[in-house]
């Protein structure tokens, strides 16, 4: 825990944009927590006192995944992708955007629910990332993402429900998963 402590507090302080992260002294911020950090006597206490230390950054893309739920996210890498985009909406992984190119994305239809890809079901899935209450909705959103996504020209097996309510007859397309479009393009450390 001491050494996780320290990689966390060291990459914000070598890796963030900002010298005064936050316009914090961060190194008044280890010597604040270093201590509560050495006082801790389990895992979970040592991650509340690091998300503690990274509340003070008021930033949400500085969160820590629990293992259980890092396991559960952690997808073959790639920026592949099904040719539409999704939001969680109540608990569900709604489609909100097609590719705008004719065929991407597989007959798939914005509305629908995606249930499952590759056989993990996006519903438990939310249910496991919501009972973190340390996850931010964008962390989320980016989990279920990477289910989704993997190496151009992976086939993926997805399973959507067309309508609301359980009654509804499946649907299953066996997705290729598309180059992302556009030219990637780098800025500092974006």
Do not use: C
Request: charged fraction near 25%; glycine fraction near 8%.
């Amino acid at each position: 825990n001491i050494d996780s402590f320290e990689t966390v507090w060291s990459t914000v302080r070598d890796k963030h944009w900002d010298a005064r992260p936050g316009g914090l002294d961060w190194q008044a911020v280890h010597t604040e927590f270093r201590p509560k950090i050495e006082a801790a006597a389990t895992t979970d206490e040592a991650r509340a006192v690091m998300r503690e230390m990274l509340g003070r950054l008021h930033q949400t893309h500085f969160t820590i995944v629990s293992a259980d739920i890092y396991e559960n996210v952690a997808t073959e890498a790639g920026d592949g992708w099904p040719g539409f985009e999704v939001r969680i909406l109540d608990g569900a992984v709604i489609v909100t955007k097609l590719s705008p190119e004719p065929g991407d994305a597989k007959g798939v239809i914005a509305g629908w629910e995606v249930r499952s890809v590759d056989g993990v079901d996006l519903r438990a899935l939310l249910t496991k990332l919501q009972s973190d209450t340390a996850m931010q909705e964008l962390s989320k959103q980016r989990a279920v993402q990477a289910q989704m996504g993997g190496p151009p020209g992976k086939s993926s097996h997805f399973e959507f429900r067309t309508s609301a309510g359980e009654d509804s007859a499946p649907v299953v397309r066996e997705i290729t998963l598309l180059k992302p479009r556009g030219n990637p393009t780098t800025f500092g450390n974006l």
